[in-house]
Structures are given as C-alpha cells and as structure tokens.
C-alpha cells in the first residue's frame, strides 16, 4: 500500500468515526526543506516538533 492509498483509507476511517481528517502525506515537506538551511534549522525542527504534537494529539512544548 503507497501513501496516497493509505491516506485515503485513514480519511475514510476518519469520516466513518466523525473525527477530522489526516493531513495530506508530503504536506509542508518542501516548505521545511526550504527552512533547513543555516540559520533557520531551529525554527524548522521546532515547527515539525509541534506538528507531530498535533498529529499525535500530545501537547507541543517546544520553544
């Protein structure tokens, strides 16, 4: 099963049990590529830091 199959099972599931969509696979991946350059390595890992949060539903405590 590819990413795009199983985020379209994981939206279905999502829908079937009322809960909000998964974000698309690849989604922010070139917009951090960009950030990982010098100087703005930080800021990148922090951002993908509290976006796992989110997604695991954990509270993001980076700073």
Known sequence: ??????HMLDTY???QRGEAAPIL???GTVRSAH???????VRAVRRMRAALGRVQGAPAQCR
Request: proline share 11%.
């Open 13 to 15: 599931r999502a829908a």
């Open 35 to 41: 950030e990982i350059r010098p100087g703005r390595f």
């Open 25 to 27: 696979p690849g989604a």
């Open 1 to 6: 099963m590819n990413a795009t199959q199983q």
